[in-house]
């Protein structure tokens, strides 16, 4: 599913296997920030709005920033 949505149930996904309890799980902040993590290739999105070009699967979908993407969720606490 090529899309926010697509990205925004990857990083739903991804923070319910990362969860290490139950109740981990229910964590609003962290589900929060892996949520927005996955969704952050997207905003690119929203230059396109703003001139007009479509800056679409540049850079930001690239494997260099899915590798800086997972360095940043494991650095954040569990």
Partial sequence: MPS????ALAG??????????????WDVAAAGITVGA?????LDLVLK???GRNHHQGGSHSLIAAAAA????????P
Wanted: zero cysteines; glycine letters at 2%; a neutral charge.
């Fill in 12 to 25: 739903l996904a991804i923070h319910l296997a990362a969860a290490r309890d139950r109740w981990a799980a």
């Fill in 4 to 7: 926010p949505v697509g990205h």
């Fill in 49 to 51: 709005l703003v001139d």
């Fill in 38 to 42: 996955a969704l952050a290739p997207d």
């Fill in 70 to 77: 997972a360095a940043i969720r494991l650095w954040l606490p």
